[in-house]
């Protein structure tokens, strides 16, 4: 079928649509609801038979869909309906959610059902939950959908019915006022509730030093305590505060935006608090640094966001950042943590997450907030650079680049420079650059190419399109897709690991790459690919009028883009852009 995916951005949730919907053979065009003309425009120059809006904050016009059926994502279960439904099934801690495929009419959530699923909320992170199993249920319910569209025969469920009707649940938007948190009087469970509930967007408003800002993020602390609401301590970027009987680990901060001033945006909340007192000339906070060894107990309730763990001759270097930004700091602690998990007498090293992001490369947001964002830039390109190389002269042991989540840019190619990737299924692949304007490095003219071939490697590129994890594999970007839930994961990776390292071949394997990367060096030094993708990442970062600056600024504030992509816009030139 022809289908029209309507969204109000290009998400991971309408990405993983679009790219499961193209692997299956329908031809998928994309348009960005940016008003109410753009959607005709689209319509009318498409001719879609069928409209789907994975994510979708405005209302369809009428007009279409009343002449073509629209089905719409909701992120709850049957008979839920409103603006905030996940917020809220996290805030209130249901340990069962769903996902409702319906088709828009007049009336906000209430037309007919083609199709509902229930799924887990394990205790995470809404944002989490929204990439993971979430998307997983989603996915489900719209290829489910779709096919019982596509078979003609099906009659979708009315809500109009007795039964259905006696489930609906209609709640308003959840505002700040139901968000906010009491350190008076809240909880350490309380208060993770609500920070888990607004994470990513819009976030908790609170007060810090007399300012007010949206916290990000929130994971239990165990043993650091202090009078409720008092900042006890930082750790690589994050904050510590005290609740009434414990405290919580903050990650990011993001200021409250000022009138007439530029959209503040999410940063890690030491830098952030750092800032801000810098611009008002006032002294920083003083934290005491709360370090925690890289190999923690199973015991301990405390948040870090890179972890060993040895299980025979496993290691395991589990790292987890915010949205997947790896910064310069970032990049030089995990090659820091690397380097330690390989003087440990394992035969293969895991590098991965557990789930959610692996890496979506070099961190925007630092560099937007850098005073030079040329330098920082190119700090950030060179601290990735070290990291990549690290792994790929890695040649003592076999290494897995484990991938519980999404993976872009800079990311894929992290994970490419390892000797297998390992993804979960549903897992999305963007292993492009230019979208934001970058010739890209972390040693990808060597590591892309050698996997999937010169030609596919230009045709990845210059397409700029999510790659399911199953197509991944079909390319040769990916070794292994795990089949299993994100929660189900990290243990998956641990026994395929354990069956690698037993395997007879597994030390032969290992003894071969040294020789492998002699003969590479000796063809063509790796520094050499190194210094020729630096050369052109260079010319971008300190040219003031690349279109680099602009696309990040308007990435990193979140400006409304002005027009769909082009390269989403066609049937026909989507289809041109991925053929072999």
């Known amino acids: 079928m022809e289908i029209l995916l309507l969204a109000s951005a290009f998400n991971s949730l309408t990405q993983r649509v679009f790219a499961a919907l193209r692997d299956r053979g329908h031809a998928v065009a994309v348009e960005l609801a940016l008003s109410d003309a753009a959607v005709r425009e689209a319509v009318t120059r498409l001719a879609p038979e069928l409209v789907i809006a994975p994510m979708l904050k405005s209302v369809v016009p009428e007009d279409v869909w009343s002449t073509v059926p629209c089905l719409i994502v909701h992120p709850g279960p049957l008979g839920d309906r409103g603006p905030s439904s996940l917020d809220r099934a996290v805030q209130e801690e249901c340990a069962e959610w769903g996902v409702t495929v319906l088709q828009a009419e007049a009336e906000m959530d209430a037309g007919p059902v083609w199709a509902t699923a229930a799924c887990p909320l394990p205790t995470r992170g ?34 109009d019915t007795p039964d259905v009707a006696a489930r609906v649940r209609v709640r308003p938007l959840l505002r700040q006022d139901e968000r906010r948190i009491d350190w008076r009087r809240d909880t350490t469970a309380e208060v993770l509730r609500r920070l888990r509930a607004a994470d990513s967007q819009p976030g908790v408003l609170d007060e810090i030093g007399g300012a007010q800002w949206f916290l990000h993020g929130g994971h239990e602390e165990d043993l650091l305590r202090g009078a409720p609401g008092e900042l006890l301590a930082s750790r690589a970027g994050a904050i510590c505060r005290a609740t009434v009987d414990g405290a919580v680990w903050i ?35 003083p934290l005491p640094e709360s370090s925690v060894p890289l190999e923690l107990g199973p015991e301990r309730r405390t948040w870090s966001d890179i972890r060993y763990q040895e299980v025979g001759d496993v290691g395991l270097l589990w790292f987890s950042f915010p949205a997947g930004a790896m910064s310069t700091h970032h990049c030089r602690r995990l090659l820091t943590a690397y380097r330690e998990a390989c003087r440990r007498p394992t035969s293969v090293l895991v590098l991965g997450s557990r789930r959610d992001f692996f890496s979506n490369g070099i961190h925007l947001n630092v560099i937007e907030a850098a005073p030079d964002p040329a330098a920082e830039s190119w700090a950030n390109i060179n601290a990735i650079d070290d990291l990549v190389e690290a792994v790929l002269t890695t040649t003592d042991r076999l290494v897995v680049a484990a991938l ?47 996997r999937v071939g010169p030609g596919e490697a230009e045709r990845l590129l210059t397409a700029a399109l999510p790659v399911r994890a199953e197509r991944g594999q079909d390319l040769g970007l990916v070794d292994r897709v795990l089949e299993c839930g994100p929660e189900e994961f990290a243990g998956s990776v641990i026994r395929s690991a354990q069956r690698l390292a037993a395997s007879p071949g597994c030390q032969a394997r290992a003894a071969r790459k040294k020789a492998e990367l002699d003969l590479v060096e000796a063809e063509k030094p790796l520094h050499v690919y190194r210094d020729e993708e630096l050369a052109r990442m260079h010319a971008v970062f300190f040219d003031a009028a690349h279109p680099y600056h602009a696309l990040r600024r308007a990435f990193v504030r979140k400006e409304r883009p002005t027009a769909t992509p082009e390269h989403l816009r066609d049937y026909h030139r989507l289809a041109v852009a991925t053929s072999p």
């Not at 290829?143 to 003609?152: D, K, Q």
């Not at 409250?256 to 007192?277: I, K, M, V």
């Open 126 to 159: 809404k944002s989490d939950l929204y990439r993971g199993e979430l998307a997983d249920t989603a996915l489900d319910a719209v290829l489910l959908a779709v096919e019982r569209f596509a078979s003609g025969g099906y009659r979708p469920l009315r809500q």
């Open 251 to 285: 990650p990011q901060l993001r200021a409250r935006r000022r009138p007439g001033g530029p959209p503040p945006f999410t940063l890690p909340a030491t830098l952030a608090l750092a800032l801000a007192l810098r611009d008002r000339t006032e002294r920083p906070l």
């Open 404 to 450: 519980g989540g999404n993976a872009a840019a800079g990311g894929v190619m992290l994970a490419q420079a390892a000797d297998e990737v390992w993804c979960r299924s549903g897992v999305l692949l963007n292993p492009h650059y230019r979208l934001m304007g970058l010739y890209g490095s972390e040693y990808w003219t060597y590591s892309l190419p050698r």
